[in-house]
């Protein structure tokens, strides 16, 4: 059974800075695709930045220059850093994996970490 289990998440002043983690069951070389999504209050989900064939990496135009997405393949954990809070990037984070073979696709959740940006 895959498991992402995210952790990190908290309380932080704007401005301040968090480092989200995702650790996933199997080896990260497995996936496909390995990203972070979020989702605040009344919103949809939203993708906030993907790694994608361990090579190609891709933000959302609102978190570009204060997030980074990376991954540390020994410890099978995908890494989310977060600098320059600010208060809309309160949202519940998921982190997210796909993998896919030929037309096969598994999708793969975590179960959320709060973030709230707040003073």
């Known amino acids: 059974q895959v498991q992402l289990v995210e952790s990190g998440g908290g309380l932080v002043q704007p401005g301040g800075s968090l480092r989200l983690s995702c650790a996933i069951s199997?080896?990260?070389?497995?996936?496909?695709?390995m990203g972070w999504y979020r989702q605040a209050p009344g919103e949809q989900r939203e993708l906030v930045a993907t790694?994608?064939?361990?090579?190609?990496?891709k933000y959302a135009d609102s978190v570009k220059g204060r997030f980074t997405i990376s991954r540390d393949i020994a410890k099978n954990t995908v890494y989310l850093q977060m600098n320059s809070l600010k208060p809309e990037d309160t949202a519940v984070y998921y982190c997210?994996?796909?993998?896919?073979?030929?037309?096969?696709?598994?999708?793969?959740w975590g179960q959320g970490t709060q973030v709230t940006v707040s003073s």
């Open positions: 997210n994996a796909v993998r896919s073979i030929g037309t096969i696709k598994n999708e793969y």
């Open positions: 199997g080896s990260i070389f497995s996936y496909n695709l």
């Open positions: 790694l994608i064939s361990g090579a190609i990496i």
